[in-house]
C-alpha cells in the first residue's frame, strides 16, 4: 500500500474551485526507519514516504498523473469514491484495469465535484505492505514535524511519528481529528487520555454527534471526531492506539502494539499518561444516525455470503466465499463488460467468483461470518445501509440472531465494515451505478487468499454510458502487459467458453469418493468370505470311526502303488 498504518488529519483548508491536478511517481523508496524497528524498503510517491496527503474541495475535480517506477504493475484506488458509471478509474486491479505497466503512467479522474461526496478517505494500493504501525498527523496538505529535539531516521526526518509526534491544542479550541486506518491487517482501539471525544462522520457519512472514549477502527475505515481542548495547559495528553491482536497467529516480539503519541499545550509539561484501559470494546455503527436522511428501501434480492476459512484440496489454507476462491480474471471484469455485447448480461462469463445485479435492484448482502477472526469488507463504488446484525447468525435465540426489522427511518451508511467471527450483518444498496465492483475483505492477505467475489451491475447501462468515455491507455496498458483487451473472463468472445480461466483451490470433499468405496467395498467382501469360510468350517460333520479307519488304508495302498510304479521305472 501507498501509506502507513494509522493517520490522523487535523480539520484542513481546502483549495480554490477548480482541477486540482498533481503528479505521482510511484517510487521504493530505501532505508525508512520511522518506527525505530529497522530500516527498510518502502512504497512512496515521488521518492519519499509517507506519501503526500491530499485535501480537495467538493467543488474540485481531482486528475492524478500516476506514473509507475515500481519493477511490478500497480494502481491507485481512491478508497470510498464512487466513480459513478466510470469503474475503470477504480484502480482495482483486474477488475476495472489490468494494471500500470512499469515506467507508464494513468491519468485517474476523480470527479469530487459532481459525486456528492465528501468526508475522509484515502488512496492506496491493491498490494504490497507496511507492516508496522505508525501514528502520523497531517493538516492543511503537510505532515506536523517531530518533536523538537527528537532524531527520527533521516528519510522521514520531516514527519512526526508515534511518541515523536504530538498535536498542538490551544485552550478552549475545538478540533476536528480525522482518523484512517491504513493499516494490512491490525485493527485498532484509539482514545485520548483526559479528553472527551464525538464522532460526526464514517467512511465518508456525516452523522449527528455520538459521544465515545474509544473507537474501535478497522482496516480501511475513517472517523471523524470532534475533541474539545482542555482549560488548563497544567499537563499534555496521551493519544492511544492500541492494536487488535486477537487476530494474530502469533505476536513478534519486536512488534509495538501499543502506540503512542500526545497532546501538547505547553511545551516542555508533562505527559499524563492515564494507563491501560480496562476492556475494549467496538464502536456500534449501527447507533449512529446520518445527517442526511435516507429511508431504508425494500429489497427486491438478497444474496448471502459465508466466509470460510479452511485446508483446500491441495493443502493450502484460502478464505472462500460459498466455497469459492477469488480468482483474478485474466480479462478485467470492466473489459468484458464493455467488450461482449448482449453476452455481457450473461452472469456466467465473468467466472464463477461474479454476482450479476440488475439495474436500479434493492440488493441485500448479507455476510455471515463463519469464522473465529473479524474481518473488515469493503464495497467498491457504493455506501451500503446496515440494516441488520447479528451477534450468532446460526442461533435460534432472537437475542442473539434478530430478525431483519423492514421501514427503517434512516439506517447507518458506510463502505467498510466490521464482521466479527460467528457474527453476520445485512448490507442492503441500490444498484444505482453501473460498473464492475469488488466487495472483499480489506486485510489484505485475506484478499490474496481468496475472499472476494465482485459485482457486475447493469452491464447495458455501463456500455451505453461509456461511449467516448474510455481512455485508450486502458487498453494499450493491458497490451503491453500482454494481456487480453475482449472477450470473457478467460479472454474468448463466447458466453460458455471459460477455458483456461485461473480456478481452485477447491475445499477437500469430506466423506466417501468413488475409490474410497470401491476400496471399502473390496475389503468388506474379503471379510465376509473370510468368516462365512469359518463359519463353515466350524459346522461342518464329523468323520466316523470307520471311515477314518478306510481312509487309512487307501492311503497306504497307494503308497504301495507309487513304490511298484517307481520299481518299474528303475529297471527299465
Given amino acids: ?11 484542513s483548508t481546502f483549495a480554490l474551485a477548480g482541477v486540482q491536478e498533481l503528479w505521482w511517481n510511484v517510487t521504493y523508496v530505501h532505508d525508512a526507519d520511522p518506527d525505530g524497528l529497522f530500516a527498510r524498503r518502502v512504497i512512496g510517491v515521488n521518492d519519499s514516504w509517507p506519501p503526500p496527503p ?7 475535480s481531482l486528475l492524478l498523473h500516476v506514473t509507475n517506477s515500481l519493477d511490478l504493475p500497480t494502481t491507485l484506488h ?27 503512467t494513468f491519468d485517474y479522474v476523480v470527479p469530487i465535484n459532481s459525486s456528492g461526496q465528501h468526508g475522509t478517505f484515502w488512496a492506496h494500493a491493491h498490494a504490497n505492505a507496511i507492516d508496522s504501525g505508525l501514528i502520523y498527523f497531517s493538516q492543511n496538505t503537510s505532515y506536523l514535524p517531530p518533536i523538537a529535539g527528537t532524531s527520527p531516521a533521516p528519510v522521514t526526518s520531516a514527519v512526526g511519528f508515534n511518541e515523536n ?14 482518523i484512517i486506518n491504513m493499516a494490512a491487517f491490525a485493527a485498532f482501539y484509539f482514545w485520548i487520555d483526559g479528553h ?12 449527528q454527534e455520538y459521544p465515545t472514549d474509544m473507537l474501535s477502527i478497522s482496516v480501511a475505515q475513517r472517523y471523524s471526531i470532534l475533541v474539545q481542548a482542555r482549560n488548563d495547559s497544567s499537563s499534555n495528553w496521551m493519544i492511544h492506539a492500541n492494536m487488535d491482536t486477537t487476530m494474530f497467529d502469533k505476536v513478534p516480539p519486536t512488534l509495538q502494539t501499543n502506540l503512542t503519541s500526545s497532546i501538547t499545550y505547553a511545551a516542555g ?12 470494546y467496538m464502536t456500534n455503527d449501527t447507533a449512529l444516525a ?13 444474496i448471502e455470503l459465508e466466509v470460510v476459512f479452511q485446508t483446500m484440496d491441495d493443502g493450502t489454507n484460502h478464505g472462500t466465499l460459498n466455497g469459492y476462491v477469488y480468482n483474478s480474471p485474466i480479462v478485467p471484469a470492466i473489459m468484458s463488460t464493455l467488450t461482449l455485447g448482449e453476452n455481457a448480461t450473461t452472469q456466467e462469463v465473468y467466472g464463477p467468483y461474479s454476482i450479476m445485479l440488475n439495474h436500479l435492484d434493492v440488493v441485500d448482502i448479507v455476510v455471515k461470518n463463519n469464522d473465529k477472526g473479524s474481518h473488515p469488507f469493503h464495497l467498491h463504488g457504493h455506501k451500503f445501509q446496515i440494516v441488520n446484525r447479528a451477534q450468532q447468525y446460526n442461533s435460534t435465540d432472537p437475542t442473539l440472531n434478530p430478525p431483519l426489522i423492514e421501514g427503517q427511518a434512516n439506517p447507518m451508511r458506510r463502505d467498510t465494515i466490521t464482521i466479527p467471527g460467528g457474527s453476520s450483518a445485512t448490507l442492503r444498496i441500490v444498484a444505482d451505478n453501473p460498473g464492475a465492483w469488488l466487495f472483499h475483505c480489506h486485510i489484505e492477505w485475506h484478499l490474496q487468499a481468496g475472499l472476494a467475489v465482485h459485482f457486475i451491475e447493469a452491464p447495458v447501462q455501463v456500455q451505453e454510458r461509456a461511449v467516448g468515455q474510455v481512455p485508450l491507455s486502458l487498453n494499450e496498458q493491458c497490451a503491453a502487459l500482454g494481456i487480453p483487451q475482449s472477450g470473457n473472463a478467460a479472454g474468448h468472445a463466447s458466453a460458455t467458453d471459460l477455458s483456461g480461466l485461473p480456478s481452485g483451490p477447491w475445499p477437500q ?5 468413488p475409490k474410497g468405496i470401491l476400496a471399502m467395498t473390496g475389503c468388506v467382501l474379503t471379510a465376509v468370505i473370510g468368516m462365512l469360510t469359518v463359519v463353515w468350517y466350524a459346522m461342518g460333520v464329523t468323520d466316523s470311526e470307520e471311515e477314518i479307519e478306510q481312509g487309512v488304508r487307501r492311503r497306504i495302498e497307494a503308497k504301495r502303488n507309487r513304490k511298484r510304479f517307481g520299481l518299474f521305472k528303475k529297471m527299465h
Fill in 269 to 280: 509539561q508533562n505527559i499524563t499518561d492515564i494507563g491501560p484501559v480496562q476492556n475494549y
Fill in 196 to 207: 472527551d471525544m464525538r464522532i460526526i462522520e464514517a467512511d465518508g457519512t456525516d452523522v
Fill in 54 to 60: 491530499l485535501s480537495v474541495n467538493t467543488s474540485d
Fill in 78 to 104: 481512491h478508497h470510498g469514491m464512487f466513480f459513478n458509471s466510470t469503474s475503470w478509474m477504480d484502480g482495482a486491479i483486474k477488475v476495472s484495469q489490468c494494471g500500470i505497466p512499469p515506467g507508464q
Fill in 1 to 11: 500500500m501507498f501509506a502507513a498504518l494509522f493517520h490522523l488529519l487535523a480539520l
Fill in 509 to 513: 470433499i469430506m466423506g466417501w469418493l
Fill in 290 to 302: 446520518p445527517v442526511d436522511s435516507i429511508p431504508q428501501p425494500v429489497a427486491s434480492q438478497s
Fill in 165 to 178: 509526534a504530538t498535536l498542538p491544542f490551544v485552550i478552549g479550541r475545538t478540533y476536528r481529528l480525522r
